[in-house]
């Protein structure tokens, strides 16, 4: 059985990989006129929502002298400075105005920029590009441009419910992915009457095949020892019902369910918020059981227990990787956490290069485990 040794001391620039989509905050968490903070990949920002309902993200430092811009003023347009009343324009950075220039003075006030960051709306989130060059606390260039929009939940129908759930992972972030994409774990950690029970173990076989940037679990028929997909089968009286699981870098786990005309898509992400600390995000969309009351609360609820489980678990995790003892990864239960390191790696090594990415998946692959 092929062991290999799991990456215990990595750098910051590989923990957390900068040239991607992150998500910041649930979009009902700010407000129009409110100035909200957040750190991502250890950059602290300032995240806002301007007169139109348009959420804006600078790094929440002036370029003067690093007073927090999160400690001032914001009308609707602009950011003042709460030390000395420097303004910028909140969805550029651009400097606006420096109160203390006098009329002789010609310092050219247009040229200056607060770290600036691009800021998308999807889904229930607000999403960050963090590019690779990270704005610096003080500059005289614009923003980096992604070179595509933040992720977005495949729809199938025109209605639909939507919820979504976030928690912090007293971890960093290579332990909360892989323990997401983790498929051994589910009969011990995540024990519950209506789901499935360490009695239920049994072996499994699922196809994966390699994607742009990431890899993907073949569509398949769902577990045979969960009880929400025994109801979803007598629900959908469907020929067949399938599920699909994709990863991709840096944090993307989608997952598409379907069933006849029914379906279910959710994305989670496990973001960067520190070195040993992360976020996960999960937001669902559906159309099956829209006539249950209180549907959403529901799922929101099986979500938290789920979450927790896996909170409480990285939580006492944790203890055991305080003296930064050897891990190992086995196959073949382990292959997809060893799939995402081989991304991360020839990401890098593809940025340092400026070569195209070598996949760690020559092809599609069959993996057993027992869960």
């Keep these: 059985m092929g062991i290999s040794e799991l990456p215990t001391r990595e750098a910051a620039d590989s923990l957390m990989l900068t040239g991607f989509w992150y998500r910041a905050l649930a979009s009902e968490e700010l407000q129009r006129g409110q100035l909200h903070k957040v750190t991502l990949l250890e950059i602290p920002l300032v995240i806002g929502r301007d007169g139109e309902g348009r959420a804006f993200a600078l790094r929440d430092a002036c370029p003067h002298r690093g007073m927090p811009l999160s400690c001032g003023w914001f009308d609707g347009r602009q950011v003042e400075c709460?030390?000395?009343?420097?303004?910028f324009d909140a969805h550029t950075g651009r400097c606006q105005l420096i109160p203390s220039l006098t009329a002789d003075q010609t310092l050219k006030v247009d040229r200056i920029y607060a770290g600036n960051y691009a800021c998308e709306e999807r889904d229930s989130f607000i999403w960050v590009f963090v590019p690779d060059a990270v704005p610096s606390g003080a500059g005289f260039t614009r923003r980096e441009e992604p070179q595509s929009p933040a992720p977005l939940i495949a729809t199938f129908t025109e209605k639909y419910k939507t919820a979504y759930l976030t928690a912090d992972l007293p971890c960093n972030v290579d332990h909360g992915i892989i323990g997401l994409m983790d498929p051994a774990h589910g009969p011990f950690v995540h024990?519950?009457?209506?789901?499935?029970s360490r009695h239920s173990i049994h072996e499994k076989q699922k196809?994966?095949?390699?994607?742009?940037?990431g890899f993907r679990m073949s569509a398949h028929t769902p577990s045979s020892n969960s009880a929400p997909y025994k109801l979803l089968r007598l629900y959908a009286d469907a020929d067949s019902i399938t599920t699909t699981i994709d990863f991709v870098l840096p944090n993307l786990r989608f997952e598409t369910i379907r069933a006849g005309k029914y379906w279910f898509a959710s994305l989670t992400t496990v973001t960067p918020v520190t070195r040993d600390r992360c976020r996960i995000d999960v937001v669902a969309c559906w159309n099956i059981f829209r006539w249950v009351p209180f549907g959403?609360?529901?799922?929101?609820?099986?979500?938290?227990?789920?979450?927790?489980?896996?909170?409480?678990t990285m939580e006492l995790q944790s203890e055991g990787l305080k003296t930064n003892p050897h891990l190992m990864l086995i196959d073949d239960a382990d292959r997809p956490a060893k799939w995402y390191f081989g991304l991360k790696a020839a990401y890098l090594e593809a940025k340092r290069n400026g070569a195209e990415i070598k996949h760690p998946m020559s092809g599609p692959v069959t993996l057993k485990w027992r869960s």
């Design 296 to 312: 959403p609360s529901l799922l929101k609820f099986v979500f938290a227990k789920f979450v927790e489980q896996d909170r409480r």
């Design 191 to 196: 024990q519950a009457w209506w789901w499935r």
């Design 82 to 87: 709460s030390y000395h009343g420097w303004k």
């Design 207 to 213: 196809q994966f095949e390699p994607i742009p940037g």
